[in-house]
Protein backbone atom coordinates (compact mmCIF):
# COMPACT_ATOMS: atom_id res chain seq x y z
CA UNK A 1 0.00 0.00 0.00
CA UNK A 2 1.47 3.37 -0.53
CA UNK A 3 2.24 5.78 1.91
CA UNK A 4 0.30 8.75 1.35
CA UNK A 5 -3.15 6.04 0.49
CA UNK A 6 -2.75 5.33 4.45
CA UNK A 7 -2.02 8.70 5.18
CA UNK A 8 -5.41 9.38 3.62
CA UNK A 9 -7.43 6.84 5.10
CA UNK A 10 -6.42 7.87 8.83
CA UNK A 11 -7.44 12.01 7.57
CA UNK A 12 -10.59 10.34 6.72
CA UNK A 13 -11.23 7.79 9.35
CA UNK A 14 -10.51 11.48 11.53
CA UNK A 15 -13.31 12.99 10.07
CA UNK A 16 -15.62 10.01 10.12
CA UNK A 17 -15.16 10.36 13.84
CA UNK A 18 -15.14 13.91 14.52
CA UNK A 19 -18.67 14.11 12.77
CA UNK A 20 -19.93 11.43 15.87
CA UNK A 21 -21.08 14.91 17.81
CA UNK A 22 -22.89 16.17 15.12
CA UNK A 23 -25.37 13.52 14.22
CA UNK A 24 -25.06 13.01 18.55
CA UNK A 25 -26.38 16.59 19.25
CA UNK A 26 -28.86 16.48 16.12
CA UNK A 27 -30.58 12.87 17.52
CA UNK A 28 -31.04 14.39 21.36
CA UNK A 29 -32.15 17.42 19.28
CA UNK A 30 -34.71 15.52 17.55
CA UNK A 31 -36.66 14.60 20.75
CA UNK A 32 -36.90 10.99 19.73
CA UNK A 33 -37.61 11.77 16.15
CA UNK A 34 -40.42 14.49 17.11
CA UNK A 35 -38.58 17.36 15.65
CA UNK A 36 -38.05 16.67 11.78
CA UNK A 37 -34.96 18.24 10.54
CA UNK A 38 -32.39 17.49 13.20
CA UNK A 39 -33.56 13.92 13.25
CA UNK A 40 -33.27 14.08 9.39
CA UNK A 41 -29.62 15.75 10.06
CA UNK A 42 -28.68 13.23 12.74
CA UNK A 43 -29.40 10.42 10.14
CA UNK A 44 -27.81 11.81 7.76
CA UNK A 45 -24.80 12.75 9.57
CA UNK A 46 -24.45 9.32 11.14
CA UNK A 47 -24.99 7.33 7.42
CA UNK A 48 -21.96 9.71 6.09
CA UNK A 49 -19.82 8.66 9.28
CA UNK A 50 -20.46 5.28 8.56
CA UNK A 51 -19.63 5.73 4.87
CA UNK A 52 -16.42 7.33 5.98
CA UNK A 53 -15.83 4.61 8.27
CA UNK A 54 -16.14 2.22 5.65
CA UNK A 55 -13.85 3.80 2.94
CA UNK A 56 -11.17 4.21 5.54
CA UNK A 57 -11.25 0.39 6.27
CA UNK A 58 -10.39 -0.31 3.09
CA UNK A 59 -6.54 0.42 4.21
CA UNK A 60 -6.55 0.29 7.52
CA UNK A 61 -6.93 -2.98 9.84
CA UNK A 62 -10.78 -3.01 11.35
CA UNK A 63 -9.93 -3.36 15.08
CA UNK A 64 -7.29 -0.38 14.70
CA UNK A 65 -9.99 1.34 12.52
CA UNK A 66 -13.53 1.07 14.28
CA UNK A 67 -10.75 1.71 17.69
CA UNK A 68 -9.79 5.14 16.67
CA UNK A 69 -13.50 5.73 15.39
CA UNK A 70 -15.10 4.90 18.48
CA UNK A 71 -12.34 6.43 20.74
CA UNK A 72 -11.64 9.48 18.72
CA UNK A 73 -16.11 10.07 18.91
CA UNK A 74 -16.00 9.25 22.18
CA UNK A 75 -14.08 12.10 23.25
CA UNK A 76 -15.15 14.59 20.99
CA UNK A 77 -18.83 13.58 22.06
CA UNK A 78 -17.63 14.34 25.80
CA UNK A 79 -16.15 17.50 25.07
CA UNK A 80 -19.28 18.43 23.52
CA UNK A 81 -21.39 17.69 26.02
CA UNK A 82 -19.08 19.56 28.31
CA UNK A 83 -19.18 22.75 26.19
CA UNK A 84 -22.42 22.80 24.68
CA UNK A 85 -24.73 20.97 26.73
CA UNK A 86 -23.30 21.66 30.25
CA UNK A 87 -22.48 17.97 31.41
CA UNK A 88 -19.68 17.81 34.19
CA UNK A 89 -16.01 18.73 33.37
CA UNK A 90 -14.70 17.19 36.57
CA UNK A 91 -11.13 16.71 36.02
CA UNK A 92 -11.24 12.89 37.05
CA UNK A 93 -13.87 12.38 34.03
CA UNK A 94 -11.22 14.75 31.74
CA UNK A 95 -8.25 12.28 32.65
CA UNK A 96 -10.48 9.58 31.64
CA UNK A 97 -11.14 10.83 28.52
CA UNK A 98 -6.75 11.57 28.25
CA UNK A 99 -6.48 7.83 28.69
CA UNK A 100 -9.15 6.95 25.69
CA UNK A 101 -6.45 9.16 23.60
CA UNK A 102 -3.39 7.26 24.84
CA UNK A 103 -5.14 4.24 23.90
CA UNK A 104 -6.04 5.62 20.32
CA UNK A 105 -2.97 6.76 19.83
CA UNK A 106 -1.21 3.55 21.26
CA UNK A 107 -3.37 1.68 18.84
CA UNK A 108 -2.73 3.99 15.55
CA UNK A 109 1.19 3.54 16.30
CA UNK A 110 1.45 -0.38 15.90
CA UNK A 111 -0.46 0.62 12.31
Same mark, same amino acid.
Given at each position: @??? /? ?6 ? +? !????? $??? #??? $? +?? !?? %? /? ?6 ? #? ?9 ? /?????? $??? %??? #? @? ?10 ? =?????? &?? +?????? &??? #?? %??? =? @??? +? ?11
Amino acid at each position: @MIA /SQKKTAWL +I !LLFAA $LLE #PVW $L +IA !LK %R /SQEFTVFW #PGVIGLGVVAL /SLGLLT $LAL %RDL #P @MGTAYAVWVGVG =CVTVAL &SG +ITWMGE &SGD #PF %RLA =C @MGL +ILVGVAGLKATT
